[in-house]
């Protein structure tokens, strides 16, 4: 090996590939003058540098060809790409590397002109960039531009090269690429926003709020800054801090829909929708061109039962996105609500032709069937779904009910019991369960069922009512008065209940106290009747 240059870090050596036969170049790091940190980034730079360069096929180009560690020295080798000298599959020798990216180059090269090659690549990830969507990430646009104006002729712009990345979505690689952004490039404030969106993409939510709180030290006053803090701290499921970044957004810029809509969509999450609803006004007036903001809103109204005026909201969604399946979903659940069934059924067909794997659709069609009565098809769409997902507790729920219907009783607890094999909490599978399990004389399994659905609701008002029948007919009397009672006490204007109740009193030889449920049972009922007319 020949020495080329060295400095307090790293030196760099010529020497001989000899499994490849290539005169390389051989940069490595002075383990006596570096420190972990040093040597960690180090490494981190050489991966990201061989996976660049390995788009590089210019004659000419410098490449980064491996990377690794030997004991304390870390590397990573070069060479000049030649086309004619690319063996057709390269075999690499057995080390302990991690295999890597990217383009370095001497303390010569670094202080002259960029190797042969390298012009060509940096032209590359600029022309990419430039065609960035500001719809993922708002700050990248303006990051763009300021990264151009500041980065020297002949250095590599890691930060465009990391926007590149990112929007081709290789988000390991644009992370890393951020990484070397903020450590060789001043630390620029969108470097920190690419990594914080990035971070967001990979699923690391906590990491990606350290990196926005860092950009934000920067740039205080940026409300595109608060707006993606808010929306890190909602999936974190941080509502109030959330709240706290949308005001801050609105206080620098009151005009900002994001802020109102993530503000409307902050408030339904906390169960305050007529705010919400306020707040989706705000966002719509400043931009009423946005579907998710009319889908947002109609989902706040459906959930306040205010179904026409959510069926308005989900029709001007649909005019600006009409290949949307959700939105023909969220529409045909609308119209069953409004017992529209008939009506249904083509929007959630119409959802399945554009999305025909999605189990929820399919439980939707079916629930539309189910309502038609069309038993055998909605079993089958049942079906369907839970092909799909056989997780999917309500549709299980729903096919014991259609199965029920049909009197297969069997059938139909085997579905009650997947429903709450995924979800045990599921109150009304468990009432239902009891209830068949008593039609078929099981009464002591029915007494377990009902209360299993009473642990999950004291005021359950059928359970106690069926649970009282269950008791009587094992003959446990004075329990099942005692359930009775409960069921009269919390809906006293349940007929049904009192006239178990005087059953019950009749067998145990209390007649007068009977005869008076069954007076009153007359009353209820003859009030019924009086307002029907």
Known sequence: MDLLSRDRQTVTLQALDHHRGLPVMVRVLRPSEATDQEREEFLQDAELAMSLSSRVHEPGSIRVTDYGQDGPVAFLVKTEFDPARQPARQFRPQMTVRVASDLFWSEGEA?????????????????????????????LARKVVSQRQTTPTGVRDWLAEANALYEQQRYEEALAAYEVAIRSQGSPVEAWI??????????????????????????????????????????????DEEMYCYDQALALDPNSAFAWSGRGMALAEQNRPEEALLAFDRALVLDPN???????????????????????????????????????????????????????????????????????????????????????????????????????????????????????????????????????????????????????????EALEAFDRALALDAHYIAA????????????????????????????PEEPDAWH??????????????????????RSLEQQAASRKT
């Open 194 to 239: 690419g990594k914080g969106a990035t971070l967001m993409l990979l699923g690391r939510a906590e990491e990606a709020l350290a990196a926005y709180d860092y950009a934000l030290r920067l740039r205080p006053d940026d409300p595109e800054l608060w707006n993606s803090r808010a929306s890190v701290l909602h999936e974190l499921g941080r509502y």
């Open 290 to 444: 946005q579907s998710v903001i009319w889908q947002a809103m109609s989902d706040t109204l459906y959930s306040l039962q205010r179904y026409e005026e959510a069926l308005i909201a989900v029709d001007r969604a649909l005019e600006l996105e009409s290949q949307r399946a959700s939105l023909w979903d969220i529409k045909g659940n609308i119209l069953r609500r409004l017992k529209q069934p008939d009506q249904a059924l083509p929007l959630h067909e119409r959802a399945l032709e554009l999305e025909p794997h999605n189990a929820l659709y399919h439980f939707d069609k079916a629930n539309d069937l189910r309502d038609l009565r069309r038993y055998a098809e909605a079993l089958a769409s049942y079906d369907e779904a839970l092909e799909l997902d056989p997780t999917l507790a309500g549709a299980w729920y729903n096919r014991g009910n259609v199965l029920a219907a049909l009197h297969m009783y069997e059938d139909a607890l085997e579905s009650y019991d997947q429903a709450l094999r995924y979800d045990d909490g599921l109150i009304s599978a468990w009432y239902n369960k009891g209830s068949l399990l008593h039609e078929l004389g099981r009464y002591q």
């Open 111 to 139: 202080s002259g002109q960029a190797p042969a090659g390298l012009k060509e690549v940096e032209e590359r990830a600029i022309a990419e960039e430039e065609l960035i969507s500001t719809e993922r990430h708002p700050a």
């Open 500 to 521: 178990n109740k005087a059953v019950v009193l009749e067998r145990l030889g209390r007649s007068e106290e009977a005869r008076s449920c069954q007076e009153w049972v």
């Open 464 to 491: 106690w009512n069926n649970k009282g029948l269950s008791l009587f007919a094992l003959g446990r009397l004075e329990e099942a008065l005692a359930a009775l009672d409960q069921a009269t006490a919390f809906a």
